[in-house]
């Protein structure tokens, strides 16, 4: 199915809606959000003090039920655009998602008008702390880092490849999901393992940063500049995560080796205990490629259901497994909620966001009544409307619920002077180099 959404220009003159194309037109931001089976990518226009989103798009259902689909906000001329006939036997991967976005783009914006392209990257490693320029160094770097995220890294860097060849004369800067969280404390970074471990990258890092980012930056404004002290944010989507922010700054959070850990998620395992996994392969004789493909994308509610790992495929069935699933799901929410509660000493707000997060009232509803005991209560009609406060009047915790926008948060973190951000990147690889060598020194030793 092929989905295509389209603004209206204003009813103006011919004339001054070309003028206004064009001073809209230039000097603008590519984001790219990849995943495995979905890739988002918006415009901005570059702007003192904060970028302007012109549009948004989507292809999802990559390799089953395929949608492309453009919020244009009126400036962008698509008239040259011709889609594919049959999107979903032209889209089989997401190599041919990007090619399909490059294409639009082709069509519909001159290349040497976009000025920089900015992806997100789930993984950073020690090294990379905020936004960098992309040399070929930092390429090298980053793909070291794809066994830690094989599922999700490589989508990254497959982005990255293509827009850089697509754009050869344009910015590319990385944006990182760890990033984030290198403010927890050194018991939040530390796995009970021998130090040379440690020193060879095996700790917690930490995932859905960019998110928790611009939730952070959302409650501030919120709260009109007085962050809450203690704010636990669930970021609950096909992939799911706790964070426990302490003024605004990553203290812990429930995904930490690998974005497998943690909650259960769609297809997703979450947090399994280790013997599990070493008796899979040595008493069950799977492979590790297998084992990886299990509690990748067999496991977690599609796994428990045998049914969907979809929230609301489950939330409509009567089937006992389907209910079971979503139990052990709300359960294991509430128990990593109540570790971060621990972990801040106490909570003042607690924050929804994600696909699920922002947009299921029963689960929300589901995973508040475990916390009744804390005098935490939902108002209703406000959860069941979605609303942004979603807690009464009386509760001693303060609920919410706050849509994320990873690509405008990306967008606002390069919305500054290029020369900065190149000469990080040198600094960083670098640095990254160093690490690499000390590691080996240790492992000769």
């Known amino acids: 199915m092929l989905a295509l959404r ?33 890739v988002k990518f918006a415009l901005f226009k570059r702007k003192e003090g904060s970028p302007v989103e012109l549009c948004r798009g989507e292809v999802e259902g990559v390799g089953s039920n395929v949608r492309f ?53 789930v993984h950073g490693g020690n090294t990379y702390t905020k936004p960098v320029y992309i040399t070929d160094g930092v390429l090298e770097q980053l793909e070291l880092l794809v066994p830690l995220a094989p599922l999700h890294q490589s989508v ?4 990255i490849r293509t827009f850089m060849k697509k754009l050869p004369n344009t910015h590319h800067i990385a944006c990182f999901d760890t990033a984030f969280h290198r403010s927890m404390p050194r018991v939040a970074q530390t796995f009970a393992l021998p130090q040379y471990l440690h020193l060879q990258g095996i700790k917690p890092y930490g995932f859905h940063g960019l998110s928790y980012q611009y939730i952070a ?28 922010l302490l003024n605004g700054k990553s203290i812990s959070t429930s995904m930490t080796f690998s974005p497998l850990d943690g909650l259960a998620m769609a297809t997703r395992s979450g947090a399994i205990d280790a013997s599990a996994v070493i008796y899979l392969i040595e008493q069950l004789n799977y492979s590790p490629s297998e084992v990886t493909n299990i509690l990748n994308k067999e496991s977690g509610l599609l796994g428990l259901s045998g049914l969907s790992g979809d929230i609301r495929v489950l939330l409509n069935s009567d089937c006992d497994n389907a209910k079971f699933a979503l139990e052990f799901y709300v359960d294991r929410i509430s128990r990593e909620i109540g570790a971060m509660i621990t972990s801040l000493k106490g909570i003042d707000t607690l924050v929804f966001t994600g696909g699920v997060g922002s947009n299921s009232a029963e689960i929300r509803k589901r995973v508040c009544a475990n916390f009744d005991w804390l005098g935490m209560s939902l108002d209703s009609a406000a959860n069941e409307k979605n609303s942004k406060i979603l807690s009464n009047t009386d509760s001693l915790v303060e609920v919410c619920s706050i849509k994320t926008d990873e690509e405008m948060l990306m967008a606002t973190l390069v919305n500054i002077d290029f020369d900065s951000l190149h000469s990080d990147g040198l600094k960083h690889e670098k640095i990254a180099n160093e690490q690499e060598n000390e590691v080996l020194a240790i492992e000769l030793n």
């Open 156 to 159: 990254c860097l497959k982005a």
């Open 6 to 38: 389209f603004s209206i220009l204003p009813r103006v003159s011919k004339l001054k809606a070309m003028a206004f194309r064009r001073s809209a037109l230039t000097n603008l931001n590519l984001v790219i959000n990849a995943g495995s089976t979905s």
């Open 69 to 121: 689909m453009i919020h244009d906000r009126g400036v962008i001329d698509q008239r040259n655009w011709k889609p594919p006939s049959d999107i979903c036997t032209t889209i089989r991967s997401v190599d041919d998602a990007f090619e399909l976005i490059a294409n639009w783009l082709k069509s519909c914006i001159p290349s040497e008008r976009i000025t920089s392209v900015v992806y997100r990257v």
């Open 217 to 244: 930056g959302r409650l501030l404004e919120h709260s009109a500049g007085n962050m809450p002290r203690r704010t636990i944010i669930a970021h609950l989507g096909g992939g799911a995560s706790i964070c426990a």
